[in-house]
């Protein structure tokens, strides 16, 4: 069973969209050539399309990392609390998405428990 038109749909209101899929390499969007889905196994119905990582999309991302690390290890702890505090707050901005996400990839029902909570 393919994806269809009549996959599931999760925010029209986000200025980030949680229906496409993409790798981040060095902090760009990389596509791949194959990609796979999973089914929400309450509706049985096909989620997103989501890429499949090659070794070389692997290979790029860690060298990537390596290369980010070199400065990453060089910031204070203060630098990086401040960093991950930035993050968490955009994170924090979408945890309605996230949550509606997390219940179509594991077919759990919407409630309290099943949202994810950012603290």
Known sequence: MAPSADSPSLSSTSDIEFTSFSNVINGRLSSASKTTYAINPATKKPNWEVPISTSQDVDEAVAAARTAFKTW???????????????????????????????????????????????
């Not at 204070?76 to 609390?81: D, G, H, N, P």
Request: aromatic share 6%; charged share 30%.
């Open 73 to 119: 290890s060089k910031t204070t702890i203060a630098e990086r609390k401040a960093a991950l505090e930035g993050w968490s707050a955009e994170i924090a901005k979408y945890v309605t998405e996230f949550g509606k996400l997390l219940v179509n990839e594991q077919g759990k029902p919407v409630s309290p428990p099943n949202v994810p909570r950012i603290k």
